[in-house]
C-alpha cells in the first residue's frame, strides 16, 4: 500500500512545471512506493478543502514552487500555505521551495525562512534544458533521502551522538560555518576549507569534512577529478536551526 509522501503547491498558471517535476518524481512513486500528490488528484465532486488538508496532514515533504503567480494566489495564501507551514511547525514536515520565476520570494518572512532548491536569482524559466533536469534531479535526491529515513535528520544525529558534537566540536563547528557562509557557491575544496579554516593538520579536516558528508550534510562533486563540497538542504537547514 502506498503512504503518503509528496504534497506540491502550485500555481494553475504554473502547471506546464509541473509537469516537468512530476516526470522525474514518478520514479519515486514507482521504485519507493511514494504517493505524489496535487489537487488534480481531487476527484470530482469531493470536498477539495477536506482533501487538501487530509493530504497536507499526511505528508512529509511539501514542494513549493514559487513564482509570482504563486505568490499572488489567495488560495494557496490563504488555505495551502498556512497548513503547510503548521506542518513544518508542528510535525517536522520538509519544506523544499522551488524558484519558477522572478519574485518576491525573499521579501516574505514565511517562506523565505526556507532554503531553496535554487537561488532566487537563478529561477527556472531563465535555465536551459540540461540546468532544468539537473535541478529536479537533485529536488528528486533530497526527496528520497527524507523519505527513506524513518526519523528526522536531527534525529538521525541525536542517536548518533553527532548533534552535541557537532555543537561542542570546534573543527566541525567552524567548517559548517565556512560552507554555510559560502552556500552561494558551487562548492569548496578541501584545499580552500582547510586554508579558510585555518587549522592546524590538513587531515583534520579532511576527516571532518568526510564525517560531515557520512552524515549527510555535506554533498560532493567531481570538476575535472577536483572533489568539491557544498551543504546538503539538511545541513544548511542544521547550521540554520543550531545556530552554529
Known amino acids: 500500500m502506498k503512504r503518503h509522501g509528496v504534497f506540491i503547491s502550485y500555481s494553475k498558471k504554473d502547471a506546464k512545471w509541473l509537469d516537468y517535476l512530476r516526470v522525474h518524481l514518478s520514479y519515486l512513486e514507482r521504485e519507493y512506493q511514494f504517493t505524489i500528490w496535487e489537487d488534480s488528484k481531487i476527484e470530482v465532486g469531493a470536498d477539495w478543502r477536506t482533501e487538501i488538508n487530509k493530504e497536507i496532514g499526511s505528508t512529509k515533504v511539501a514542494i513549493l514552487m514559487v513564482s509570482a503567480n504563486f505568490i499572488s494566489s489567495e488560495f494557496i495564501n490563504n488555505e495551502e500555505l498556512p497548513a503547510l507551514l ?46 532544468r533536469d539537473a535541478l529536479f534531479l537533485k529536488v528528486t535526491q533530497e526527496i528520497k533521502r527524507v523519505l527513506s529515513s524513518d526519523t528526522p535528520a536531527t534525529s538521525i544525529l541525536g542517536n548518533l551522538s553527532s548533534l552535541e558534537e557537532l ?44 564525517e560531515l558528508e ?13 572533489s568539491y563540497y557544498r551543504l546538503t538542504v539538511s545541513g544548511y537547514n542544521f547550521v540554520e536551526k543550531n545556530k552554529l
Open 86 to 131: 503548521t506542518a513544518a511547525k508542528e510535525e517536522g514536515a520538509h519544506i523544499f521551495p522551488i524558484i519558477i520565476s522572478h519574485c518576491m520570494f525573499s521579501d516574505i518572512d514565511a517562506i523565505s525562512r526556507f532554503q531553496t532548491i535554487n537561488p532566487p536569482s537563478e529561477p527556472l524559466i531563465v535555465m536551459n534544458e540540461g540546468q
Open 167 to 210: 555543537k561542542t566540536s570546534f573543527d566541525r563547528v567552524t567548517i559548517m560555518t565556512i560552507f554555510f557562509e559560502n552556500y552561494h557557491k558551487d562548492g569548496l575544496s578541501i584545499k580552500e576549507v582547510y586554508k579558510l579554516s585555518k587549522a592546524e593538520k590538513r587531515k583534520e579536516v579532511i576527516r571532518v569534512i568526510h
Open 214 to 226: 557520512a552524515l549527510e550534510l555535506l554533498s560532493k562533486t567531481k570538476i575535472e577529478n577536483l
